[in-house]
């Protein structure tokens, strides 16, 4: 982990709280050699996949191997109002497991069981540490598939804190729509239970939607109930290439205007192709894409193609190149999900500046011409990525993290796409979340009122301000 | 309105808060004639759909035009800790309009526009006094439509503060899938906005979906943006009649767990049809019927029918009879929405107690049919209806309200009914809320964990309880 020297001007400057010896000492005789304070150990758990890092990393990493570890864990740092930060794989890019405040990590990779599968409801219940491809091998005799899909292959866990979603969630949905039920340890240490196995319900506050994305602030998930669905009768997925990225936006929001029910849309640009051929061996044309893939029965998907190739042709998309077996669509979209990896292997010992806005619809050719051309006419090393059915689109900058100059073009780039998505009645962060970089962002796009309230529901819920301090606003 | 001499017991006991003359005079200096005394005027706004009166009504009622008429409300009964009640149709079947602690109703009727129509990203902006009817008149030119239906005409704002649903959730979902953004005046008349109009977020808290479904508690809606869906290319609607009822609730079973797209499948009983009839002048066949609809492409929708008719055979449904002139849907829909009032009228003078539970779709039958035998043993007048899509049913039992007898059956019977939903993993409110009668079912449905949380919220964001108290805990 080689820091950049100004990399901490980038989080926000609160010393971190001091962690006694004698919690320390209270984890390491309860939890034995599930509580180290090995240097490499807690340095792992200090950094994620964002281009910030900390100094110092946790004091010590807690692997917890049930719902009572976590409460216990809990408790103690209570005891001592010392921050508990929970720790899934580690895939976050906002810096949301960095011990920006000191503290102690929860890693819940352990507690990564398939519960129970409730193959005649739709739902499975998981513990927090299970990744999502993990879950969908464990459901994949039951003819169901779990569709949420962020790039990394995170933990529920983290995908539910952070309100992840992905390619699929223009059809399914993201993690807000898919999560039915939790079971939550809170800012006390006491377990709770949100939600129950209903597909809706009117009782009460949504728990459970506060929760989900509350990026590990206001309680540790112990346990998750997901959705599942059948897996489609008919799959097809296709690669379109057109002339620019603006032909190949018009389709996708013509595409959505429509209802066509399009199961992924993804664009990727120019830049990103390139980096995916070779990452994964490809050889797509070197143009903007749009990968689509279609789910149904045979007629609908034949339909819904058609459709979506007519509108197309409109706007020069080439004609569709099918992948047609499972392998060759498995192929395809791991391409897709590796984009980010394969454009920060492009330029070695680069980091990436990622954005994350999403706009209405029919405002996301505005939203992303106009960055692309700032990007362009600044010379910044980019690429494009996006689930633009949803209005959500990703450009990555590639900076030299020792160059202060490349990363204060980044963060000004960055400034004004947010900035842009705002004004047009869009979100700075489609999926990724807060974390410790987006909070000025946040409070723009909130404003004050809302923020304040956020932070009345932080106080009340955590009144020692111990779980995962500093993301998403300080108190 | 003849109140029964009991109904008071089925209520929360805590004594009305007084509302000081100096707060009416102020109301009636800062409203005018938009402030009313008038008993009739306020009688009218102690009472909704439910079977449960309160002596007194609110002391006030402000009509409010604006949000700053709201703001100024609430901050003028902040000012005195006097408790303030918004209002919409009254369409509320549990009580969730009745002045319990006393205060003021602020009527946001007249508050009804659509603010803004934004079909090119399938949202509207409304008012929340506008009902569901209405603002799919106001749409109807755009080609798209709000698929959210409670049975009666509600408000949008009232189905947002009690989470509604309605026929179309199997397929659109309810009010929390579907509202993306809201105004509110908050409990000390300060007016924040949640949410964008973006599809999707990960920026901080979940403010939208906490709100939805806070029955007044946590704020007052001032501004609504809600999703519409492009009107479906085909619509199909078919009645088919069943043996038994749990030949018919198998048959969605089997029609959901194989993901069938279905846009409406509604269960009404032998009983609940011959009141239709009645009411509706309808010839539908004295059995359990479901009622559908399809909805998708022509080719689509074929698919769909063939695939529910052939499991409908299979559980001995009759031949589908086909509603295929949209006044012939409209009819069959407004009887289905008449069912509740069809049945009440069915016998003079009785009030109707409805339970509304709602479970995982594959202990439908055991929720579902044990009910039903319960009722049909007792000997109480009941009907039955069901979005079973979701889960949820209503049983409606038809009481007299003079006879304690007749009362204490039904609840006796509402009892055991929500007990076996909870105990199959369900809610004891799939659409309607907590309101004033169902606190006992909601802190045994979440918990006491849960409920602390949702009182600690509570607490943080109205510190004086002034906003709709008494309505799903007591604080």
Redesign the interface.
Known sequence: MNAPQDSAQLLPQIAPRPVPQPLIDALSARFGAQCSTALAVREQHGRDESPFTTVPPPAAVVFAESTRDVADAVRLASEHAVPVIPWGVGSSLEGHVLAVQGGISIDVGRMDRVLSV?A????VTVQPGITRKALNDAVKDTGLFFPIDPGADASIGGMTA????GTN?VRY??M??NVLALEVV?ASG?????G????????????T??M???EGT?GIFTEITVRL??L?EAVSAAICSFPSVEAAVRTV?QT????VPIARVELIDANSVRGVNRHSKLNLREAPLLLMEFH??P??VK?QAETVQEIASEHGGADFEWADTPEERTRLWTARHNAYFAAVQSRPGCRCITT?T??????LADALLDSVAEADASGISYFLVGHVG???FHMGYLIDPDDPQERALAEQLNHQLVRRALRL??????????GVH?MD??AE???A???E??R??K???DPKNILNPGK??LL
């Open positions: 409730n005649d409801d739709l739902t952070t309100r992840a979603s969630a949905g993201t807000r729509e809170t006491e377990v709770i239970r949100t129950t196995h209903a597909r809706k319900s009117s009782a009460g506050y949504d728990l939607r506060l989900v994305g509350s206001l669905y059948p489609p929001i959505i205007q429509l209802g149904g029965s007629a609908g339909e994350d999403c706009v209405p619809i029919s405002r949803d209005g959500n009645g869009g979100t700075c962060t489609g999926e990724h979340g807060v987006k962002f946040l796009e909130a404003g009122g809302a923020i309230m956020m009345a529901i106080r009340a819920l998403i606003f």
